[in-house]
Protein backbone atom coordinates (compact mmCIF):
# COMPACT_ATOMS: atom_id res chain seq x y z
CA UNK A 1 0.00 0.00 0.00
CA UNK A 2 2.70 2.58 -1.59
CA UNK A 3 2.94 4.36 -4.46
CA UNK A 4 5.85 1.73 -5.51
CA UNK A 5 4.16 -1.10 -5.17
CA UNK A 6 1.23 -2.30 -7.66
CA UNK A 7 -2.17 -2.42 -6.68
CA UNK A 8 -5.06 -3.71 -7.86
CA UNK A 9 -7.51 -1.58 -9.91
CA UNK A 10 -10.58 -2.17 -7.97
CA UNK A 11 -8.62 -1.85 -5.00
CA UNK A 12 -7.50 1.74 -6.02
CA UNK A 13 -10.36 3.60 -7.31
CA UNK A 14 -12.51 2.08 -4.04
CA UNK A 15 -9.64 3.56 -1.99
CA UNK A 16 -10.11 6.96 -3.73
CA UNK A 17 -13.77 6.91 -3.92
CA UNK A 18 -13.59 6.70 -0.22
CA UNK A 19 -11.36 9.50 0.19
CA UNK A 20 -12.92 12.06 -2.17
CA UNK A 21 -16.67 10.93 -0.17
CA UNK A 22 -14.40 11.77 2.87
CA UNK A 23 -13.82 15.55 1.96
CA UNK A 24 -17.19 16.25 0.16
CA UNK A 25 -18.85 15.16 4.02
CA UNK A 26 -16.10 17.60 5.39
CA UNK A 27 -17.38 20.53 2.96
CA UNK A 28 -20.47 19.52 3.32
CA UNK A 29 -22.22 21.68 6.20
CA UNK A 30 -19.92 24.45 5.09
CA UNK A 31 -21.07 25.11 2.04
CA UNK A 32 -24.55 24.68 2.91
CA UNK A 33 -24.21 27.51 5.43
CA UNK A 34 -22.60 29.88 3.16
CA UNK A 35 -25.35 29.01 0.41
CA UNK A 36 -28.22 29.60 2.74
CA UNK A 37 -26.83 32.91 3.27
CA UNK A 38 -27.99 34.08 -0.05
CA UNK A 39 -31.46 32.62 0.33
CA UNK A 40 -34.32 34.73 -0.19
CA UNK A 41 -36.42 33.18 3.00
CA UNK A 42 -36.77 34.02 6.58
CA UNK A 43 -35.51 30.94 7.40
CA UNK A 44 -32.21 29.42 7.07
CA UNK A 45 -33.96 26.45 5.29
CA UNK A 46 -35.09 24.79 1.89
CA UNK A 47 -37.33 25.62 -0.17
CA UNK A 48 -34.61 28.13 -2.34
CA UNK A 49 -36.66 30.88 -2.74
CA UNK A 50 -34.25 33.05 -4.74
CA UNK A 51 -30.70 34.57 -4.29
CA UNK A 52 -30.39 37.74 -2.24
CA UNK A 53 -27.57 40.23 -0.55
CA UNK A 54 -29.95 41.09 2.18
CA UNK A 55 -28.65 38.49 4.76
CA UNK A 56 -25.55 41.07 4.62
CA UNK A 57 -26.65 44.33 3.96
CA UNK A 58 -30.70 44.56 4.41
CA UNK A 59 -32.25 46.78 6.84
CA UNK A 60 -35.65 45.88 6.44
CA UNK A 61 -37.39 43.88 9.59
CA UNK A 62 -37.31 40.56 9.34
CA UNK A 63 -34.24 41.19 6.47
CA UNK A 64 -32.03 42.75 9.20
CA UNK A 65 -28.46 41.76 7.79
CA UNK A 66 -25.10 41.56 9.22
CA UNK A 67 -23.69 44.81 9.15
CA UNK A 68 -26.99 46.28 10.23
CA UNK A 69 -27.91 43.95 13.06
CA UNK A 70 -26.77 46.20 16.26
CA UNK A 71 -26.10 43.04 18.56
CA UNK A 72 -24.12 41.06 15.98
CA UNK A 73 -21.88 43.62 15.57
CA UNK A 74 -21.39 44.51 19.16
CA UNK A 75 -20.83 40.92 19.72
CA UNK A 76 -18.56 40.79 17.24
CA UNK A 77 -16.57 43.99 19.02
CA UNK A 78 -16.42 42.16 22.00
CA UNK A 79 -15.04 38.82 20.46
CA UNK A 80 -12.01 41.21 19.32
CA UNK A 81 -11.58 42.73 22.78
CA UNK A 82 -11.46 39.23 24.61
CA UNK A 83 -9.34 37.95 21.54
CA UNK A 84 -6.74 40.65 21.76
CA UNK A 85 -6.07 40.00 25.71
CA UNK A 86 -6.06 36.81 25.52
CA UNK A 87 -3.39 36.31 22.59
CA UNK A 88 -1.52 39.09 24.68
CA UNK A 89 -1.54 37.65 27.53
CA UNK A 90 -0.92 33.96 26.31
CA UNK A 91 2.15 34.93 24.36
CA UNK A 92 3.68 36.56 27.30
CA UNK A 93 3.48 33.91 29.25
CA UNK A 94 4.00 31.57 26.61
CA UNK A 95 7.43 32.93 26.05
CA UNK A 96 8.73 32.93 29.61
CA UNK A 97 7.44 29.54 29.67
CA UNK A 98 9.46 28.48 26.83
CA UNK A 99 12.68 30.32 28.41
CA UNK A 100 11.96 28.35 31.40
CA UNK A 101 11.54 24.88 30.20
CA UNK A 102 14.25 25.03 27.16
CA UNK A 103 16.37 26.84 29.02
CA UNK A 104 16.56 26.54 32.52
CA UNK A 105 16.99 23.34 34.66
CA UNK A 106 15.11 23.14 37.56
CA UNK A 107 14.32 20.73 40.64
CA UNK A 108 11.12 18.55 39.81
CA UNK A 109 11.33 19.69 36.16
CA UNK A 110 9.32 16.80 34.38
CA UNK A 111 6.59 17.33 37.04
CA UNK A 112 6.57 20.68 36.20
CA UNK A 113 6.06 20.04 32.74
CA UNK A 114 3.23 18.06 32.99
CA UNK A 115 1.45 20.64 35.09
CA UNK A 116 2.02 22.69 32.47
CA UNK A 117 0.27 20.49 30.08
CA UNK A 118 -2.78 20.04 32.46
CA UNK A 119 -4.90 22.51 30.63
CA UNK A 120 -4.98 20.55 27.70
CA UNK A 121 -6.45 17.15 29.45
CA UNK A 122 -8.74 19.32 31.36
CA UNK A 123 -12.54 19.80 29.65
CA UNK A 124 -13.22 23.34 28.64
CA UNK A 125 -16.27 23.51 30.64
CA UNK A 126 -14.67 21.97 33.52
CA UNK A 127 -12.03 24.67 33.30
CA UNK A 128 -15.02 27.05 33.04
CA UNK A 129 -16.40 25.74 36.45
CA UNK A 130 -13.57 25.74 38.33
CA UNK A 131 -13.03 29.18 37.97
CA UNK A 132 -15.96 30.89 38.40
CA UNK A 133 -15.90 29.04 41.90
CA UNK A 134 -12.88 30.13 42.70
CA UNK A 135 -13.47 33.95 41.32
CA UNK A 136 -16.83 33.46 42.91
CA UNK A 137 -15.24 32.57 46.63
CA UNK A 138 -12.70 35.37 46.18
CA UNK A 139 -15.16 37.83 46.04
CA UNK A 140 -17.65 37.39 48.07
CA UNK A 141 -14.49 37.53 50.89
CA UNK A 142 -13.44 40.78 49.75
CA UNK A 143 -16.70 42.23 49.28
CA UNK A 144 -17.17 40.54 53.27
CA UNK A 145 -14.01 41.88 54.18
CA UNK A 146 -13.84 45.18 52.56
CA UNK A 147 -17.36 45.82 52.18
CA UNK A 148 -16.41 46.75 48.71
CA UNK A 149 -17.71 45.73 45.29
CA UNK A 150 -15.33 43.41 42.83
CA UNK A 151 -17.30 42.87 39.44
CA UNK A 152 -14.32 41.82 38.02
CA UNK A 153 -15.02 38.58 39.59
CA UNK A 154 -18.42 38.11 38.63
CA UNK A 155 -19.19 36.82 35.12
CA UNK A 156 -18.59 38.66 32.61
CA UNK A 157 -15.65 39.68 30.19
CA UNK A 158 -12.66 40.02 32.75
CA UNK A 159 -13.34 36.11 33.73
CA UNK A 160 -14.31 34.98 30.42
CA UNK A 161 -10.51 36.11 28.77
CA UNK A 162 -9.00 34.47 32.20
CA UNK A 163 -10.78 31.24 31.49
CA UNK A 164 -9.30 30.98 27.45
CA UNK A 165 -5.81 32.20 28.90
CA UNK A 166 -5.81 29.46 30.96
CA UNK A 167 -5.64 26.90 28.59
CA UNK A 168 -4.66 29.14 25.63
CA UNK A 169 -1.26 29.79 27.44
CA UNK A 170 0.03 26.24 26.98
CA UNK A 171 -0.67 26.34 23.18
CA UNK A 172 1.38 29.06 23.30
CA UNK A 173 4.32 27.70 25.17
CA UNK A 174 4.46 24.36 23.30
CA UNK A 175 4.83 26.83 19.80
CA UNK A 176 7.10 28.84 20.98
CA UNK A 177 9.51 25.87 23.19
CA UNK A 178 9.36 24.06 19.69
CA UNK A 179 11.37 27.02 17.92
CA UNK A 180 13.34 28.20 20.47
CA UNK A 181 14.74 24.87 20.75
CA UNK A 182 16.37 24.97 17.74
CA UNK A 183 17.92 28.10 18.40
CA UNK A 184 21.59 27.98 18.24
CA UNK A 185 23.13 29.20 21.54
CA UNK A 186 26.43 30.45 19.95
CA UNK A 187 24.19 33.43 18.42
CA UNK A 188 24.27 34.46 21.65
CA UNK A 189 27.32 33.89 22.90
CA UNK A 190 28.82 35.90 20.00
CA UNK A 191 26.92 38.72 20.80
CA UNK A 192 28.18 38.55 24.39
CA UNK A 193 31.38 38.61 23.80
CA UNK A 194 30.65 41.28 21.37
CA UNK A 195 29.93 43.40 24.18
CA UNK A 196 26.14 43.33 24.73
CA UNK A 197 24.20 42.59 27.90
CA UNK A 198 22.09 39.11 28.25
CA UNK A 199 18.69 41.17 28.18
CA UNK A 200 19.97 43.02 24.90
CA UNK A 201 21.17 39.69 23.69
CA UNK A 202 17.83 38.28 24.14
CA UNK A 203 16.30 40.88 22.31
CA UNK A 204 18.68 41.59 19.57
CA UNK A 205 19.24 38.31 18.39
CA UNK A 206 16.95 35.47 20.74
CA UNK A 207 13.32 37.23 19.88
CA UNK A 208 13.74 38.16 16.41
CA UNK A 209 14.60 34.69 16.00
CA UNK A 210 11.49 33.68 18.15
CA UNK A 211 9.14 36.26 15.86
CA UNK A 212 7.88 34.05 13.46
CA UNK A 213 6.58 31.29 16.02
CA UNK A 214 5.23 33.88 18.82
CA UNK A 215 3.13 35.27 15.99
CA UNK A 216 1.96 31.91 14.99
CA UNK A 217 1.19 31.84 18.48
CA UNK A 218 -0.80 34.65 18.60
CA UNK A 219 -2.94 34.22 15.70
CA UNK A 220 -3.59 30.22 16.99
CA UNK A 221 -4.67 32.37 19.72
CA UNK A 222 -6.59 34.77 18.75
CA UNK A 223 -8.61 31.78 16.05
CA UNK A 224 -9.17 29.50 19.12
CA UNK A 225 -10.54 32.47 21.52
CA UNK A 226 -12.61 33.65 18.79
CA UNK A 227 -14.51 30.47 18.20
CA UNK A 228 -14.41 29.18 21.97
CA UNK A 229 -17.42 28.42 23.37
CA UNK A 230 -17.43 25.73 26.57
CA UNK A 231 -15.26 27.77 28.91
CA UNK A 232 -16.89 31.04 27.57
CA UNK A 233 -20.57 29.42 28.19
CA UNK A 234 -20.15 29.12 31.87
CA UNK A 235 -18.16 32.89 32.42
CA UNK A 236 -19.95 35.09 30.79
CA UNK A 237 -21.72 37.85 32.15
CA UNK A 238 -24.08 40.17 30.36
CA UNK A 239 -21.77 41.38 27.13
CA UNK A 240 -22.03 38.66 25.06
CA UNK A 241 -19.03 37.39 22.35
CA UNK A 242 -20.32 36.11 18.92
CA UNK A 243 -20.14 32.36 19.40
CA UNK A 244 -22.89 32.96 22.37
CA UNK A 245 -24.69 35.22 20.89
CA UNK A 246 -24.99 32.90 17.90
CA UNK A 247 -25.69 29.83 19.84
CA UNK A 248 -28.49 31.93 21.84
CA UNK A 249 -30.20 32.69 18.67
CA UNK A 250 -29.73 29.35 16.92
CA UNK A 251 -31.47 27.71 19.85
CA UNK A 252 -34.56 30.13 19.03
CA UNK A 253 -34.53 29.57 15.57
CA UNK A 254 -32.78 32.77 13.46
CA UNK A 255 -33.39 34.07 10.15
CA UNK A 256 -30.07 33.38 7.98
CA UNK A 257 -28.48 36.52 9.24
CA UNK A 258 -26.26 33.50 11.35
CA UNK A 259 -25.25 32.06 8.00
CA UNK A 260 -24.09 35.68 6.56
CA UNK A 261 -22.33 35.90 9.82
CA UNK A 262 -20.75 32.25 9.26
CA UNK A 263 -20.02 32.90 6.04
CA UNK A 264 -17.74 35.79 7.01
CA UNK A 265 -16.22 33.86 9.98
CA UNK A 266 -15.49 30.86 7.62
CA UNK A 267 -13.55 33.31 5.15
CA UNK A 268 -11.90 35.65 8.05
CA UNK A 269 -10.72 32.23 9.81
CA UNK A 270 -9.79 30.58 6.69
CA UNK A 271 -7.20 33.69 5.84
CA UNK A 272 -5.93 33.90 9.59
CA UNK A 273 -5.53 29.90 9.93
CA UNK A 274 -3.24 30.42 6.15
CA UNK A 275 -1.53 33.43 7.81
CA UNK A 276 -0.25 31.20 10.81
CA UNK A 277 0.95 28.56 8.03
CA UNK A 278 2.40 30.84 6.82
CA UNK A 279 4.21 32.04 9.59
CA UNK A 280 5.14 28.65 10.14
CA UNK A 281 6.28 27.62 6.73
CA UNK A 282 9.22 30.73 7.26
CA UNK A 283 9.79 29.66 10.37
CA UNK A 284 11.42 26.23 8.36
CA UNK A 285 12.50 28.17 6.04
CA UNK A 286 14.58 29.60 8.26
CA UNK B 1 26.18 33.40 33.16
CA UNK B 2 26.91 33.17 36.75
CA UNK B 3 24.73 31.53 38.94
CA UNK B 4 23.28 34.32 40.74
CA UNK B 5 22.10 36.08 37.44
CA UNK B 6 21.04 32.28 36.70
CA UNK B 7 18.90 32.16 39.69
CA UNK B 8 17.46 35.31 39.35
CA UNK B 9 16.16 34.75 35.81
CA UNK B 10 15.00 31.51 36.62
CA UNK B 11 13.14 33.02 39.58
CA UNK B 12 11.74 35.83 36.81
CA UNK B 13 10.57 33.33 34.55
CA UNK B 14 9.13 30.72 37.61
CA UNK B 15 6.68 33.80 38.29
CA UNK B 16 4.49 34.08 35.83
CA UNK B 17 4.18 30.45 35.13
CA UNK B 18 3.45 29.87 38.92
CA UNK B 19 0.63 32.64 38.81
CA UNK B 20 -1.09 31.37 35.45
CA UNK B 21 -1.11 27.98 36.87
CA UNK B 22 -2.07 28.20 40.44
CA UNK B 23 -4.53 31.25 40.21
CA UNK B 24 -6.24 29.47 37.15
CA UNK B 25 -5.89 25.64 36.96
CA UNK B 26 -4.44 24.62 40.36
CA UNK B 27 -6.59 26.60 43.38
CA UNK B 28 -9.91 26.72 41.22
CA UNK B 29 -10.00 23.00 41.21
CA UNK B 30 -9.20 22.97 45.20
CA UNK B 31 -12.31 24.96 45.46
CA UNK B 32 -14.30 23.16 42.71
CA UNK B 33 -13.32 19.83 45.29
CA UNK B 34 -14.00 21.77 48.50
CA UNK B 35 -17.11 23.15 47.02
CA UNK B 36 -18.83 19.52 45.69
CA UNK B 37 -17.79 18.00 49.36
CA UNK B 38 -20.13 20.72 50.99
CA UNK B 39 -23.47 19.31 51.89
CA UNK B 40 -26.15 22.63 52.08
CA UNK B 41 -28.23 22.27 55.33
CA UNK B 42 -29.97 25.17 55.67
CA UNK B 43 -29.71 29.26 54.36
CA UNK B 44 -26.09 30.03 53.90
CA UNK B 45 -25.49 26.67 56.43
CA UNK B 46 -23.07 23.94 54.78
CA UNK B 47 -21.44 20.74 56.32
CA UNK B 48 -18.74 18.60 54.68
CA UNK B 49 -19.59 15.22 53.45
CA UNK B 50 -20.44 13.35 50.70
CA UNK B 51 -23.79 13.95 50.24
CA UNK B 52 -23.73 15.67 46.39
CA UNK B 53 -22.20 12.07 45.51
CA UNK B 54 -24.57 10.53 47.05
CA UNK B 55 -27.05 12.11 45.52
CA UNK B 56 -25.47 10.86 42.05
CA UNK B 57 -25.24 7.54 42.90
CA UNK B 58 -28.78 7.63 44.41
CA UNK B 59 -30.70 9.28 41.38
CA UNK B 60 -30.58 7.28 38.26
CA UNK B 61 -31.32 9.99 35.49
CA UNK B 62 -27.88 11.47 36.68
CA UNK B 63 -25.78 8.29 36.46
CA UNK B 64 -27.61 7.01 33.38
CA UNK B 65 -26.15 10.25 31.45
CA UNK B 66 -22.77 10.09 32.81
CA UNK B 67 -22.52 6.07 31.48
CA UNK B 68 -24.19 7.08 28.35
CA UNK B 69 -22.11 10.33 27.87
CA UNK B 70 -18.76 7.98 28.56
CA UNK B 71 -20.31 5.31 26.30
CA UNK B 72 -20.76 7.51 23.03
CA UNK B 73 -17.54 9.48 23.68
CA UNK B 74 -15.85 5.81 23.84
CA UNK B 75 -17.75 5.36 20.33
CA UNK B 76 -17.04 8.12 18.87
CA UNK B 77 -13.82 8.28 19.32
CA UNK B 78 -13.61 4.63 17.43
CA UNK B 79 -15.43 5.76 14.63
CA UNK B 80 -13.34 8.73 14.28
CA UNK B 81 -10.24 6.61 14.20
CA UNK B 82 -11.58 4.32 11.72
CA UNK B 83 -13.13 6.70 9.29
CA UNK B 84 -9.86 9.12 9.65
CA UNK B 85 -7.85 6.35 9.21
CA UNK B 86 -7.43 5.39 5.99
CA UNK B 87 -7.96 8.92 5.15
CA UNK B 88 -4.64 9.97 6.54
CA UNK B 89 -2.65 6.84 5.34
CA UNK B 90 -3.81 7.94 1.68
CA UNK B 91 -2.48 11.73 3.05
CA UNK B 92 0.59 10.90 4.15
CA UNK B 93 2.11 7.35 1.94
CA UNK B 94 -0.04 7.53 -1.26
CA UNK B 95 0.16 11.21 -2.30
CA UNK B 96 3.00 13.58 -2.53
CA UNK B 97 4.25 17.47 -3.56
CA UNK B 98 1.39 19.62 -3.95
CA UNK B 99 -1.29 17.04 -3.68
CA UNK B 100 -0.25 16.02 -0.41
CA UNK B 101 -0.40 19.64 0.85
CA UNK B 102 -3.57 20.93 -0.55
CA UNK B 103 -5.21 17.60 0.82
CA UNK B 104 -3.85 17.96 4.32
CA UNK B 105 -4.98 21.73 3.91
CA UNK B 106 -8.57 20.62 2.74
CA UNK B 107 -8.54 18.66 6.27
CA UNK B 108 -7.66 21.52 8.29
CA UNK B 109 -9.56 24.94 6.86
CA UNK B 110 -13.25 23.21 8.34
CA UNK B 111 -11.67 23.20 11.96
CA UNK B 112 -10.65 26.39 11.71
CA UNK B 113 -14.09 27.35 11.56
CA UNK B 114 -15.62 28.10 15.10
CA UNK B 115 -17.51 24.47 16.11
CA UNK B 116 -20.80 26.52 16.43
CA UNK B 117 -20.74 27.59 12.07
CA UNK B 118 -20.49 23.53 11.85
CA UNK B 119 -22.90 22.49 13.64
CA UNK B 120 -24.90 24.47 12.44
CA UNK B 121 -24.47 23.07 8.73
CA UNK B 122 -25.79 19.75 10.13
CA UNK B 123 -29.00 21.30 11.88
CA UNK B 124 -29.39 22.67 8.38
CA UNK B 125 -28.62 19.10 6.56
CA UNK B 126 -30.44 16.95 9.03
CA UNK B 127 -33.21 18.78 10.05
CA UNK B 128 -36.65 18.44 8.54
CA UNK B 129 -36.95 21.00 6.32
CA UNK B 130 -33.55 20.85 5.84
CA UNK B 131 -31.24 19.40 2.63
CA UNK B 132 -31.44 15.61 2.95
CA UNK B 133 -34.93 15.73 3.63
CA UNK B 134 -35.75 17.80 0.95
CA UNK B 135 -33.65 16.01 -1.65
CA UNK B 136 -35.29 12.65 -0.43
CA UNK B 137 -38.31 14.37 -1.08
CA UNK B 138 -37.72 15.92 -4.89
CA UNK B 139 -36.53 12.11 -5.60
CA UNK B 140 -39.49 10.33 -4.45
CA UNK B 141 -38.08 8.32 -2.41
CA UNK B 142 -39.88 9.44 0.34
CA UNK B 143 -43.29 11.56 0.59
CA UNK B 144 -43.36 13.38 4.21
CA UNK B 145 -40.51 15.51 5.25
CA UNK B 146 -38.39 13.30 7.70
CA UNK B 147 -36.89 14.73 11.07
CA UNK B 148 -32.84 13.54 10.87
CA UNK B 149 -32.14 15.64 14.17
CA UNK B 150 -32.50 15.48 17.74
CA UNK B 151 -31.57 11.50 17.86
CA UNK B 152 -28.49 10.02 19.01
CA UNK B 153 -27.22 9.14 15.09
CA UNK B 154 -27.14 12.97 15.11
CA UNK B 155 -25.03 13.36 17.80
CA UNK B 156 -22.46 10.93 16.46
CA UNK B 157 -22.37 12.21 12.96
CA UNK B 158 -21.86 15.89 14.82
CA UNK B 159 -19.12 14.67 17.18
CA UNK B 160 -16.86 12.61 14.45
CA UNK B 161 -17.32 15.58 12.34
CA UNK B 162 -16.05 18.13 14.95
CA UNK B 163 -13.29 15.55 16.16
CA UNK B 164 -11.84 14.29 12.77
CA UNK B 165 -9.06 17.14 12.61
CA UNK B 166 -7.75 15.93 15.77
CA UNK B 167 -7.74 12.28 14.70
CA UNK B 168 -6.08 12.92 11.20
CA UNK B 169 -3.55 15.32 12.14
CA UNK B 170 -1.45 13.27 14.89
CA UNK B 171 -1.91 10.65 12.29
CA UNK B 172 -0.34 12.05 9.50
CA UNK B 173 2.46 13.21 11.05
CA UNK B 174 3.27 9.47 12.70
CA UNK B 175 2.66 8.07 9.29
CA UNK B 176 4.67 10.59 7.50
CA UNK B 177 7.59 9.53 9.63
CA UNK B 178 7.46 6.08 8.71
CA UNK B 179 10.05 4.62 6.23
CA UNK B 180 8.07 3.60 2.83
CA UNK B 181 11.47 0.87 2.45
CA UNK B 182 9.63 -0.78 6.03
CA UNK B 183 6.23 -1.50 4.34
CA UNK B 184 8.00 -3.06 0.81
CA UNK B 185 10.31 -5.05 3.30
CA UNK B 186 7.13 -6.36 5.18
CA UNK B 187 5.62 -7.14 1.75
CA UNK B 188 9.46 -8.73 0.29
CA UNK B 189 8.97 -11.03 3.20
CA UNK B 190 5.98 -12.65 1.93
CA UNK B 191 3.84 -10.26 4.06
CA UNK B 192 0.10 -9.55 2.64
CA UNK B 193 -1.76 -6.42 3.46
CA UNK B 194 -3.26 -6.81 6.51
CA UNK B 195 -0.32 -8.44 8.11
CA UNK B 196 1.19 -5.21 6.89
CA UNK B 197 -0.82 -2.89 8.52
CA UNK B 198 -1.11 -5.09 11.49
CA UNK B 199 2.93 -5.63 11.93
CA UNK B 200 4.15 -2.47 10.58
CA UNK B 201 1.44 0.15 10.25
CA UNK B 202 -0.37 0.15 13.03
CA UNK B 203 2.49 0.00 15.38
CA UNK B 204 4.52 2.94 13.85
CA UNK B 205 1.72 4.91 14.03
CA UNK B 206 0.38 3.87 17.55
CA UNK B 207 1.65 7.58 19.19
CA UNK B 208 -0.39 8.99 16.87
CA UNK B 209 -3.21 7.01 17.31
CA UNK B 210 -2.96 7.17 21.22
CA UNK B 211 -2.83 11.13 21.05
CA UNK B 212 -5.75 11.32 18.52
CA UNK B 213 -8.27 9.19 20.20
CA UNK B 214 -7.12 10.99 24.03
CA UNK B 215 -7.87 14.47 22.44
CA UNK B 216 -11.11 13.60 20.92
CA UNK B 217 -12.51 10.98 23.60
CA UNK B 218 -11.94 14.00 25.80
CA UNK B 219 -13.33 16.75 23.40
CA UNK B 220 -16.82 14.59 22.64
CA UNK B 221 -16.82 13.65 26.67
CA UNK B 222 -16.55 17.43 27.07
CA UNK B 223 -18.34 18.75 24.36
CA UNK B 224 -21.18 20.99 25.02
CA UNK B 225 -22.71 22.57 21.46
CA UNK B 226 -23.24 19.66 19.71
CA UNK B 227 -25.16 17.27 22.04
CA UNK B 228 -27.44 19.76 22.67
CA UNK B 229 -28.12 21.26 19.26
CA UNK B 230 -28.27 18.35 17.07
CA UNK B 231 -29.57 15.93 20.32
CA UNK B 232 -32.27 18.64 21.33
CA UNK B 233 -33.58 18.41 24.86
CA UNK B 234 -33.53 14.94 25.82
CA UNK B 235 -29.94 14.87 24.31
CA UNK B 236 -29.01 13.62 27.98
CA UNK B 237 -25.22 15.07 27.99
CA UNK B 238 -23.31 14.76 31.20
CA UNK B 239 -22.04 18.39 30.33
CA UNK B 240 -25.61 19.60 29.96
CA UNK B 241 -26.15 18.36 33.61
CA UNK B 242 -23.89 20.49 34.69
CA UNK B 243 -24.81 23.46 33.05
CA UNK B 244 -28.02 23.15 34.53
CA UNK B 245 -27.02 22.87 37.98
CA UNK B 246 -24.52 25.83 37.63
CA UNK B 247 -26.63 28.25 35.51
CA UNK B 248 -30.23 27.14 35.54
CA UNK B 249 -30.62 25.69 39.30
CA UNK B 250 -28.11 27.67 41.02
CA UNK B 251 -26.87 24.28 42.60
CA UNK B 252 -23.51 24.69 42.56
CA UNK B 253 -22.57 22.15 45.19
CA UNK B 254 -24.12 19.50 43.08
CA UNK B 255 -22.65 20.92 40.00
CA UNK B 256 -18.83 21.36 41.37
CA UNK B 257 -19.55 17.17 42.18
CA UNK B 258 -20.69 16.27 38.84
CA UNK B 259 -17.62 18.40 37.41
CA UNK B 260 -15.58 16.97 39.44
CA UNK B 261 -17.14 13.12 38.20
CA UNK B 262 -16.16 14.22 34.37
CA UNK B 263 -13.14 15.69 35.59
CA UNK B 264 -12.23 12.15 37.36
CA UNK B 265 -13.72 9.98 34.47
CA UNK B 266 -12.00 11.62 31.92
CA UNK B 267 -8.50 11.64 33.72
CA UNK B 268 -8.86 8.13 34.02
CA UNK B 269 -9.63 7.04 30.75
CA UNK B 270 -6.83 9.17 29.15
CA UNK B 271 -4.19 7.81 32.34
CA UNK B 272 -5.17 4.14 31.01
CA UNK B 273 -5.05 4.75 27.50
CA UNK B 274 -0.98 6.29 28.08
CA UNK B 275 -0.65 3.28 29.99
CA UNK B 276 -2.13 0.05 27.96
CA UNK B 277 0.11 1.73 24.80
CA UNK B 278 3.09 2.52 27.04
CA UNK B 279 3.16 6.02 25.70
CA UNK B 280 3.42 9.11 28.25
CA UNK B 281 1.45 12.69 28.32
CA UNK B 282 4.51 14.64 27.06
CA UNK B 283 5.01 12.83 23.51
CA UNK B 284 1.58 12.18 23.13
CA UNK B 285 -0.68 15.61 23.80
CA UNK B 286 2.65 17.98 24.14
CA UNK B 287 3.89 17.95 21.10
Keep these: MIRTLPQSNTFKWTYRAYVTLFFVYLALPLTVVCLMAFNDSVFPSLPWEGFTWDWFFGDEAPYIGVFNDRSILRSIGTSMFVAFWVSLLSIAVGTTNAFLFVRHDFKFKEFFYILMLLPLIIPGIILGISILVFSNAVANNLENATGMWFDGLRPGLPLVILGQFSFIATFATLVISARLEKFDRSLEEAALNLGATRMGAIRQITLPFLFPAIAGAAVVAILMSFENFNTTLMLVGSDAPLTINMFDRLKLGSTPVLNAVSLLLIVVSALLGLASLLFQGREKSN | ?287
Design chain 2, 1 to 287: MNSAQSRLSLLLLFTPFVLWLALLIIIPHIFMLLVSISVKTGVREYVTGLGNYMVFFTEPLYWNTFTRTAFMSISATLLTLLIGFPVAYYIAKLTRGRTKTTLFLMCLIPFWVSELVRTFGWMILLRETGVFSSALQYFGIVSEPIEFLYNDAAIMIGLVYTSMLFMVVPLVTTLDSLDDSLIEAGYDLGGNGITVLREIIIPHAMPGIVSGCIVVFMLSLGNYLTPILLGGKDSLWFTGLIYDQFITRFNWELGSAFGFLLLILSSTIVWAGLKLSGQSLTNTVGR
